[in-house]
């Protein structure tokens, strides 16, 4: 077992099903992603939901919740630094214990951001995570720098796409079951 600080134990303590919702964000797009990930998450009955930025997930968060979405952007064809980071604080700690759990990841590109899709789902293979369904990827299709820079104003329509229905109820039962069989 991870020693962890006494504000936060690793010891699993959630009774209902639970969604840990991790992202990372310069230019607003994947905030505003997670943001609307979450709210519909909330939607559905009987599960948890918690929003928490890379750069302050730590091993013990992942380990007290029953599922997960990853959201960030796509940099330079990978993942963006702070969700790499997230993932390397975390991977050893946590190696053979969140097994079979369920994860989304959602990806805010300039481009394809099909090198974040690959690089994320390798990584949490290390971790048998099993996916819901294929990584969501949103295009902005900015390409110069300022576009790529400038602040992201996703059009209510896109957010909506990252939110589909069947996934959320599709992921409620994964979270119901999984929190059954612990």
């Not at 599960?47 to 940099?75: H, K, M, W």
């Amino acid at each position: 077992m991870i020693e962890g600080s006494k504000d936060r134990s690793l010891t699993r303590t959630v009774d209902l099903p639970s969604l840990l919702i991790v992202f990372h964000s310069r230019t607003g797009g994947s905030q505003a992603m997670a943001e609307a990930f979450m709210e519909g998450a909330r939607g559905e009955p009987g599960i948890t939901v918690r929003l928490l930025s890379a750069n302050d997930c730590l091993p013990q968060d992942l380990l007290a919740s029953s599922a997960y979405a990853f959201i960030g952007p796509e940099n330079l064809g990978g993942l963006s630094g702070a969700m790499k980071e997230c993932l390397d604080r975390c991977y050893y700690p946590l190696l053979g214990q969140l097994q079979g759990r369920r994860y989304q990841h959602l990806v805010c590109a300039g481009s394809d951001g099909q090198g974040a899709a690959r690089q994320l789902a390798r990584i949490v293979q290390g971790w048998r995570l099993v996916p819901v369904q294929e990584a969501f990827i949103l295009c902005t299709a900015a390409q110069s720098d300022e576009a790529i820079l400038a602040p992201k104003q996703l059009p209510a329509s896109s957010l909506k796409q990252s939110v589909d229905p069947d996934l959320s109820n599709e992921q409620e039962s994964h979270l119901k079951r999984d929190a059954l069989h612990e």
